[in-house]
């Protein structure tokens, strides 16, 4: 997206291994390098070294990767010039991961890291608020939607008609769906003309197994857990065919869903005590209290103005303009 669309400047993309590039496929170009996981430490310190010196800015994509922030924790004078791509588990695992004696030492290395930061970038701007509560972040906030998989886009679908009400529960297999107390609340309804469609194919696959063997004592044939990958198209043309989403999230995460399902004029459920509640509702885009889920389907009126507003603001311009914003001159 930032080599298609022009903006400014020379970028280089420096990977560190760990995703299967048969799922995850790296292109190959001259500005694009991977240091793989079973690289020493040693090449991975001398690549940052002569990358992180020579750059003007450095986007940091997620701060997870142990490596890095311990890298920067021993140079805190490169601070200045990083910015901070939020992803949302790199922030909330501050109250989130168990308190082990790693955890402490991570956390160090992120409280110095985070409060010198020179840039947060993330479109929801209650978690650049969480991140100054937190770690005491003194970083300018960039509002940006970060990947073009959050944006809104005009897909050439065949939704099959369906006489059943078909209702999407969380995005993964990450217990943080919280995918039983879901379940309770949608049991009074096992008896009505529903489908319950359960993403299933990444994270935690013990957990994965036991959200299985629930929803189907609890739903029987009406549930269907989803436990393959599927290609993007045909994911899309799931997403077109659901009717009802429910995420049950206690943080900020499953947003490229959310706004996806949103476009296609969804009616989605979530907390009303996290970020992206706070975010949807200063946009004017209308989402439901997961504290009082009913299988009602979206009114024709919500469902055109929410699909307008995500059409507007989620668009490939803004997010253009952005990351301009952000990149801009050495100087900015």
């Known amino acids: 997206f930032i080599n298609e669309n022009n903006i400014l400047g020379y970028h280089y993309f420096l990977f560190f291994g760990g995703a299967s590039s048969d799922i995850y496929p790296i292109p190959k170009a001259n500005n694009i390098y991977v240091l793989n996981t079973n690289d020493h430490k040693s090449e991975k310190f001398i690549c940052c070294l002569k990358k ?3 750059a003007d800015k450095i986007i940091l994509h997620g701060l997870f990767n142990p490596f890095i922030l ?7 004078w490169l601070l200045s010039k990083c910015y901070w791509v939020m992803w949302g588990a790199d922030l909330y695992c501050h109250i989130l991961e168990k308190k082990k004696k ?3 030492l991570h956390e160090k ?3 110095r890291v985070i409060r010198k ?22 970083g300018k906030y960039y509002g940006c939607f970060m990947y073009p998989s959050n944006l809104y886009k005009e897909y050439a679908l065949n939704s099959k008609q369906h006489c059943t009400i078909n209702i999407q529960v969380g995005n993964s297999a990450d217990p943080t769906n919280n995918h039983i107390e879901v379940f309770k609340k949608l049991k009074k309804y096992k008896n009505k003309n529903i489908k319950i469609f359960v993403p299933l194919s990444y994270g935690d696959q013990k957990y994965a197994k036991n959200v299985i063997v629930e929803g189907k004592n609890i739903f029987g044939d009406k549930f269907v857990p989803l436990v393959d990958f599927m290609p993007f198209d045909q994911y899309l043309e799931l997403l077109s065919e659901i009717d009802i989403a ?3 999230h206690k943080r900020q995460q499953a947003m490229g869903n959310i706004i996806t399902l949103l476009g296609l004029g969804k009616k989605v459920y979530m ?10 509702e200063y946009i004017g885009i209308t989402v439901f209290d997961v504290a009082n889920v009913e299988i009602e389907l979206l009114c024709d009126d919500v469902n055109k103005e929410n699909k307008q507003i995500v059409k507007k603001y989620f668009s490939e311009e803004n997010l253009t303009k952005q990351w301009g914003k952000i990149i801009g001159n050495s100087n900015e």
């Open 246 to 248: 429910i995420f049950n």
């Open 52 to 54: 992180f010196y020579m």
């Open 70 to 76: 311990k890298f920067l924790y021993l140079q805190p």
């Open 109 to 111: 290395w992120r409280k």
């Open 117 to 138: 930061m020179g840039g947060l970038v993330t479109y929801i701007k209650g978690d650049c608020d969480l991140a100054r509560k937190w770690y005491g972040s003194q």
């Open 271 to 280: 907390r009303n005590d996290i970020t992206p509640w706070s975010m949807f």
């Open 102 to 104: 790693k955890y402490k």
